[in-house]
T-cell receptor, first 112, second 114 residues
């Protein structure tokens, strides 16, 4: 069974640009969550999607958005990038809503 | 709002030493509790979980954790560590009915010397 796949793995952007990150969950998993990991703030919840609907949202500005498609694949978008958005963005999928998550390897974003 | 504290940021042990990593959380309601682990170069993965029942839970690779409700703690233990246990360990909680919205602790980097 293939794991959670995130693309791209690495990317470099400049301030003011926008970025879209993609996540393919494990087959059969319909819940997709996104987390931001930074050295200073650690792992922070961004949002969770299930059946194309956002179920939960973390405490991030509106520049951070996401969506889920009918095949459960998900994307997140960050607009008007700031230096502080440099981070590892982790996607996780799950069969249910218990917190048992299967994480991808992440997309490492560097904002210059 | 929930918060999770991991008191040890870095731990260095020799092989065969015993391990205990502390985790405390603050939340007034019922929670699910987790330990996730990230081995060098690998993705974050679930080590063990507690939902209800026996407060002593066992996970993979000989790890166990004990939920002490009165102390809001969920400490991770292993009687004898191995070099392959070198990793970063994260404690996490989510409120019941909060879906997959986890609150993570800051992590503990464990280095086991051979």
């Amino acid at each position: 069974k293939a794991g959670v796949t995130q693309t791209p793995r690495y990317l470099i952007k400049t301030r003011g640009q926008q970025v879209t990150l993609s996540c393919s969950p494990i087959s059969g998993h319909r819940s997709v969550s996104w987390y931001q990991q930074t050295p200073g703030q650690g792992l922070q919840f961004l949002f969770e999607y299930f059946s194309e609907t956002q179920r939960n949202k973390g405490n991030f500005p509106g520049r951070f958005s996401g969506r889920q498609f009918s095949n459960s694949r998900s994307e997140m978008n960050v607009s008007t990038l700031e230096l502080g958005d440099s981070a590892l963005y982790l996607c996780a999928s799950s069969q249910g809503f218990t917190g048992e998550l299967f994480f991808g390897e992440g997309s490492r974003l560097t904002v210059l | 709002a929930q918060s999770v504290s991991q008191h040890n940021h870095h731990v260095i042990l020799s092989e065969a030493a015993s391990l205990e990593l502390g985790c405390n959380y603050s939340y007034g309601g019922t929670v699910n509790l987790f330990w996730y682990v990230q081995y060098p170069g690998q993705h974050l993965q679930l080590l063990l979980k507690y939902f209800s029942g026996d407060p002593l839970v066992k996970g993979i690779k000989g790890f166990e954790a004990e939920f002490i409700k009165s102390k809001f703690s969920f400490n991770l233990r292993k009687p004898s560590v191995q070099w392959s246990d070198t990793a970063e360990y994260f404690c996490a909680v989510n409120a019941r009915n909060a879906g997959n919205m986890l609150t993570f602790g800051g992590g503990t980097r464990l280095m086991v010397k051979p």
